[in-house]
């Protein structure tokens, strides 16, 4: 019985830093903010959320494109920078997921460029 254990708790040992590992930086490059589309009225998406695989952003390429932003999980520090980013109409290259409406960000990585 003891061996049977071992063996399950070794085998539970090996694989889940390979789990782990899969979880922890599930996040893709996205711009948030300033979008760089201009309309004559509104409603316009002048900001938004979208992926940095997209070259310029266009309006079918933004995840989120309302007036205020989506709920945000991260450091207070980087929800702070992302909100004055938005309110500034400046864009941060960020590392996450919009998910469910909510905006979690594993880190900031700079201004978009």
Same mark, same amino acid.
């Given at each position: 019985?003891?061996?049977?254990?071992?063996?399950?708790?070794? #085998?539970?040992?090996? !694989?889940?830093?390979? #789990? &782990?590992?899969?979880?922890?930086?599930?996040?893709? +490059?996205?711009?948030?903010?300033?979008?760089?589309?201009?309309?004559?009225? &509104?409603?316009?998406?002048?900001?938004?959320? *979208?992926?940095?695989?997209?070259?310029?952003?266009?309006?079918?390429?933004?995840?989120? &494109?309302?007036?205020?932003?989506? +709920? !945000? @999980?991260?450091?207070?520090?980087?929800?702070? +920078? !992302? @909100? @004055?980013? *938005?309110?500034?109409?400046?864009?941060? &290259?960020?590392?996450? +997921?919009?998910?469910?409406?909510?905006?979690?960000? @594993?880190?900031?990585?700079?201004?978009?460029?």
């Amino acid at each position: 019985m003891r061996l049977a254990l071992g063996l399950l708790f070794g #085998f539970f040992a090996a !694989i889940s830093p390979a #789990f &782990a590992a899969d979880t922890e930086t599930g996040g893709e +490059r996205l711009f948030v903010g300033k979008t760089g589309i201009y309309c004559v009225q &509104a409603p316009c998406p002048w900001r938004g959320i *979208w992926a940095s695989a997209a070259a310029q952003a266009g309006p079918s390429d933004l995840l989120w &494109a309302q007036e205020t932003l989506p +709920r !945000i @999980e991260a450091t207070t520090a980087d929800a702070n +920078r !992302i @909100e @004055e980013a *938005w309110a500034s109409d400046q864009c941060l &290259a960020i590392l996450g +997921r919009l998910v469910d409406g909510t905006l979690q960000v @594993e880190r900031i990585i700079g201004d978009c460029s």
